[in-house]
T-cell receptor
């Protein structure tokens, strides 16, 4: 399975500021995914990060709030912009190499907005 | 629209018991099903992947089964240990690749 390094592991941020989360994969992957897990909830897909093109966002998520970069096949960033307390969640990146490998997740970023 | 349901939402058992976690999905046209473990505030660890052509997978004390026709999967944990305490998540995906998660089962194994 792929190995993902996700940073930071946690942060406490002031409302109105932005935080950028990074994910580095140990091998090249076509698609990377960003998820949000609100307190007590399951995971919700934010967007699919595509190399060489704009990210594909799910319903309810917009690029201005969650800009994503994918400069190459091993790296992606998610920015949470103009944060409010409602953005307090765990954010996770994920990749899948092929159908026999399954999905691999990063260790998560626990964000608290005060 | 695919929906995934996990029952029970929470489970508390004494150490040493065998237990079964249930997962059901509404659209049987899935590609794969994957079981994950999540410790509090952490990321997800993959436990077992069952491809649509398979009926079960085993890893150590864990066994996962898949019945696509009835839209069900079970995760069997043998001889549970306190270290098994975590939230267990079931997720399915179709050939488009998007994971759809259940709400999870929070397991507590008491010493």
């Amino acid at each position: 399975s792929a190995v993902i390094s996700q940073k930071p592991s946690r942060d406490i941020c002031q409302r109105g500021t932005s935080l950028t989360i990074q994910c580095q994969v140990d091998s090249q992957v076509t698609m990377m995914f960003w998820y949000r897990q609100q307190p007590g909830q399951s995971l919700t897909l934010i967007a699919t990060a595509n190399q060489g093109s704009e990210a594909t966002y799910e319903s309810g998520f917009v690029i201005d709030k969650f800009p994503i970069s994918r400069p190459n096949l091993t790296f992606s960033t998610l920015t949470v912009s103009n944060m409010s307390p409602e953005d307090s969640s765990i954010y996770l990146c994920s990749v899948v190499r092929d159908s026999t490998d399954g999905y691999t997740f990063g260790s998560g970023t626990r964000l608290t907005v005060v | 629209k695919q929906e995934v349901t996990q029952i029970p939402a929470a489970l508390s058992v004494p150490e040493g018991e065998n237990l079964v976690l249930n997962c059901s999905f509404t659209d049987s046209a899935i590609y794969n099903l994957q079981w994950f473990r999540q410790d509090p505030g952490k990321g997800l660890t993959s436990l077992l992947l069952i491809q649509s052509s398979q009926r079960e997978q085993t890893s150590g004390r864990l066994n996962a089964s898949l019945d696509k026709s009835s839209g069900r999967s079970t995760l069997y944990i043998a001889a549970s240990q306190p270290g098994d305490s975590a939230t267990y998540l079931c997720a399915v995906y179709n050939q488009g690749g998007k994971l759809i998660f259940g709400q999870g089962t929070e397991l507590s194994v008491k010493p």
